[in-house]
């Protein structure tokens, strides 16, 4: 459970900023001293954005993670053909497949599906949706995951931003506008931050994360020194 945002931009450099929370949901089940089972969700760290080996792609993992669907994405990291090929195609028949494969063959299971949202640089920065179903859509803006209604809100407001008229320095800016917009899903915390251009993946969510940890640090440490003066 998570919220993954995507931007083309155009303007100056181009290239695509990727944008996500990074933190996850556990279920277990546990049961009472009377022996009744109840769930219990607990948050955890998660990432959400992976980069194959050659680092021309990527991938922004959103829905069930299990382990049908690691695999999977181990598998394009490391040969991203198969994803130039479906995109070539406009269908990516493993993720169609690894879908229907949890139904059973009956209905759609919403608590159990998995899509990707996928950029490339290939020959240009190119930003995609590939769909639970299998069908993929090149876009300019895209957001996925439980938070992604509250972000697409924030985005329909920015008409600049449907048409790819952005810098990265814009798009950053907006991406994580909408981010924080999706904060109201109680399951987005945290960031990640990556920027794909033609010279190469640039990975910023690290040092976001360490400043944010350093800066809380510090601030509990200034409200402890002026209760200290009082002892």
Do not use: H
């Not at 049961?31 to 955890?44: D, F, H, I, M, P």
């Not at 949706?129 to 439980?146: D, K, R, S, V």
Request: proline share 1%; glycine share 8%.
């Amino acid at each position: 459970m998570s919220t993954l945002i995507g931007l083309k931009c155009e303007q100056g450099l181009e290239g695509i900023v990727l944008i996500s929370d990074f933190s996850g949901t556990q279920t277990k089940w546990n049961y009472s001293e009377e022996g009744v089972a109840y769930k219990q969700q607990l948050r955890t760290n998660s990432q959400k954005f992976y980069i194959d080996n050659n680092r021309s792609i990527v991938l922004g993992a959103s829905g069930t993670i299990d382990d049908a669907y690691i695999m999977l994405l181990s598998k394009i990291l490391k040969n991203n053909e198969l994803i130039k090929k479906a995109i070539k195609k406009k269908f990516f028949k493993e993720l169609f497949n690894l879908n229907i494969s949890r139904w059973g063959g009956y209905y759609p299971d919403a608590d159990k599906v998995s899509s990707l949202l996928v950029a490339t640089r290939f020959d240009e920065p190119r930003l995609y949706n590939f769909y639970p179903m299998g069908n993929i859509e090149e876009t300019f803006a895209e957001t996925l995951g439980t938070g992604a209604r509250f972000a697409k809100e924030y985005l329909l407001k920015q008409g600049k931003i449907i048409s790819a008229r952005l810098s990265i320095n814009e798009g950053i800016k907006k991406g994580f506008e909408s981010l924080y917009a999706s904060y109201q899903d109680i399951y987005t915390f945290s960031c990640d931050l990556i920027v794909l251009t033609k010279r190469g993946i640039g990975e910023f969510g690290k040092d976001i994360r360490d400043c944010a940890e350093f800066a809380e640090k510090k601030a509990i440490e200034r409200i402890r020194r002026k209760y200290k003066k009082n002892q």
